[in-house]
């Protein structure tokens, strides 16, 4: 069975940083490509960024300005994203994503001033 | 940046047929995939390639395509499929983009 664990959420004071995990397993994790996705409170889906099977391409939202950085370590299946700067308006859920139907449940972040 | 545009909101009795659009400049081009929303849960694949129906995933859901607006249509709409619908696809740069989102209501 396919599962995404997604971690690491929390509250934040706004300008602080978060790390997000996501543990994959019941597919070769290695042979996808990855992703993070989120959802403000009552709004809809926002891809955030993406980051191919070997690790050596990613993409990001552009309107992000570089404040966060999605990696991947394929020995452990996993899946993560270093948000830093954090803003009220990033206050989310933040989905891992496989891509198709391959959702983790999610992580709330909840940033406050 | 890439948009894809839905209609807020659709209404429709049980049994009827619910049509919800996605339009986009690069539809047609591009895949486009559909998502389904309940609250409090992730999203759900419902239509891929603009118009497969992935296995599990009942008859009444039907995809189409026509120029940069893609369809998704539920016929003979349950009371559980009021959700939240999202189409989505690539945005062309290596990333992707979501949908606007429709709410449907039954």
């Known amino acids: 069975e396919v599962q995404l664990v997604d971690s690491g959420g929390g509250l934040v004071q706004a300008g602080g940083s978060l790390r997000l995990s996501c543990s994959a397993s019941?597919?070769?994790?290695?042979?996808?490509?990855m992703s993070w996705v989120r959802q403000a409170p009552g709004k809809g889906l926002e891809w955030v960024a993406n980051i191919n099977k070997d690790g050596t391409e990613r993409n990001y939202v552009d309107s992000l300005k570089g404040r966060f950085t999605i990696s991947r370590d394929n020995s452990k299946n996993s899946l993560f994203l270093q948000m830093s700067s954090l803003g009220l308006n990033d206050t989310a859920v933040y989905y891992c994503w496989a891509g198709g139907s391959y959702w983790g449940r999610g992580t709330l972040v909840t940033v406050f001033s | 940046s890439y948009a894809l545009t839905q209609p807020p909101s659709v209404s429709v009795s049980p049994g009827q047929t619910a049509r919800i659009t996605c339009s986009g400049d690069?539809?047609?081009?591009?895949?486009v995939y559909w998502y389904q929303q309940k609250p409090g849960q992730a999203p759900v694949l419902v239509i891929q390639k603009d118009s497969e129906r992935p296995s599990g995933i009942p008859e009444r859901f039907s995809g189409s395509s026509s120029g940069t607006t893609v369809t998704l249509t539920i016929s003979g709409v349950q009371p559980e499929d009021e959700a939240d619908y999202y189409c989505?696809?690539?945005?062309?740069?290596?990333?992707?983009?979501f949908g606007t989102g429709t709410k449907v209501s039954v």
């Open positions: 019941g597919f070769t994790f290695s042979r996808y490509w």
């Open positions: 989505q696809s690539s945005d062309g740069r290596g990333g992707s983009v």
């Open positions: 690069a539809v047609g081009n591009v895949y």
